[in-house]
């Protein structure tokens, strides 16, 4: 599998990992969904380690969709080491996270969020979310070539 047509889904929250699924399933996005539950698993997920050992970690992710609140490593951790190692750092990352708060979204940018999208409440407005943001990063967003 080439996982450049894959999305690697960061979130702890079942319901909200189940509602992402929901919303890209309606909107007919077909991208194969790895899903990292803590800040560690989605590091290991991209630098072929731990329980990913002997994926190639050449093969990168067409989107990072980034929860902040993670257990083991926050998001904006998760983020910085993402864009710190030169495999990764053109992998674009889009921060999907409930918080509104000024200093999330101000730490979100300065590490090199490419977006950042706070999830709506209704289901709706969150499915409509969703179906643009596969639009927009899998379809019309064109990625840099891949570093060997």
């Known amino acids: 599998m080439n996982d450049q047509h894959v999305i690697l889904l960061v979130e702890d929250n079942s319901i909200d990992e189940e509602l992402t699924m929901r919303a890209l399933r309606m909107s007919h996005i077909a991208n194969k969904v790895v899903v990292a539950r803590d800040g560690a698993a989605a590091l290991d997920y991209l630098f ?22 993670l257990p083991k490593i926050d ?47 209704d289901f709706t407005q969150f499915a409509d979310a969703v179906r643009q943001l596969g639009i927009y990063w899998l379809v019309l967003n064109q990625r840099p070539p891949t570093i060997a």
């Open 75 to 121: 998001g904006l951790d998760v983020l910085r080491a993402i864009r710190a190692d030169e495999r990764t750092s053109h992998v674009p990352v889009v921060i999907l996270t409930s918080s509104k708060e000024d200093p999330d979204v101000l730490g979100g940018y300065e590490f090199g969020a490419n977006s950042y999208i706070v999830k709506p409440v």
């Open 48 to 69: 072929a380690r731990g329980d990913y050992v002997g994926r190639d970690a050449r093969e990168l992710p067409q989107v990072v969709l980034l929860d902040l609140k």
